[in-house]
């Protein structure tokens, strides 16, 4: 038996299992980002003095990071694109 | 496809079938409850009789880790921490002069069960809103079901920060504080963390109360209760 409301939304609520899932993951991550950038903030305020970035991090390791997360949105990015067709074929069945 | 027609490895273990989890639940609940139970065991047993080799388990341990039978201090940590985490109940801050590996495991412990944590709620609270059926309206959902409703968005909001904290501190490994790193005065911080067997490398003398700070006539702010 497949799983009600994957695809379709559910009346009362107006959402898909997915979308409901992803609405409520978006606070934990406030939760846990707030956490490490309220400790960044409290750090940063509280010390005498703060590294400046060039001395401590690699030029070259930067750029690698950059590289991977750009793309990375890049193929998510294409993904969206070329799942939009299905999707209208989908949900018009 | 009935369920009478799959592999067994989907029927058991990548089940979808609400009853079959529930059972992996459970056992897999019991197995690490005896695992922990089985770890807290030897760590006391060490601690009851120090010195003395353990019995039967002892020879298993290897020649590394129990030399003889007799559990070195740094492998009774890091069970101690390995049951720490299995139990999750409560982990020793890793202010450690001694980097000991047990602690870093404990920590990427917390943040790795504090993840399948965060996910398990975001489950039991979407199935619950979402795949009530047609007329079980909020206040006719069993009582056990808004338990677990409520639990889960505790879960939700308040393990993320202890993630966040959890990291921190793994950033913070190999970095070793001092013994006594906020200048407290109780006896604990006489001692190393992780203590030695018997806590006390000797036993310590002390000269005064607990809470002994700005005494006249000192130039440090605060005395401990082993300074005389």
Known sequence: MPIPFSVSTRPDTGLSNASLGMWLFLAPEVML?????????????????????????????????????????????????????????WRRR | MTAR?????????????????????????????????????????????????IPLAGAWLGERNAPGGVMLPEFCNQLGAMHGTIMIFLGVVPLATIATAGQTWWLAGMVLIITSNLLGSLNFITTIIQLRAPGLTFMRLPF?????LVTAFLLLLAFPPLESAAIFQLMDRGRAASNNPWDATTLEWTTTSPPPHGNFERTPTVYRGAYEYSVPGRTKDFLMQTDD
Request: hydrophobic share 50%; net charge positive.
């Open chain 2, 144 to 148: 056990l079901v808004w338990a677990q």
């Open chain 2, 5 to 53: 027609g799959r592999s067994v490895w989907r029927r058991y273990v990548f089940s979808l079938d609400h009853k079959v989890i529930g059972v992996q639940y459970a056992i897999t609940a019991m197995v690490f409850l005896l695992a922990g139970f089985g770890l807290m065991l030897l760590m006391r047993w060490q601690l009851a009789y120090p010195g003395q080799p």
């Open chain 1, 33 to 89: 980002f707030g956490g490490l950038f309220s400790a960044y903030v409290l750090l940063r305020m509280g010390s005498p003095e703060w590294p400046v970035g060039r001395e401590i991090l690699s030029f070259p390791l930067g750029l690698a990071n950059t590289g991977i997360l750009l793309t990375s949105s890049l193929t998510m990015a294409m993904a969206v694109r070329s799942l939009r067709p299905a999707m209208r074929r």
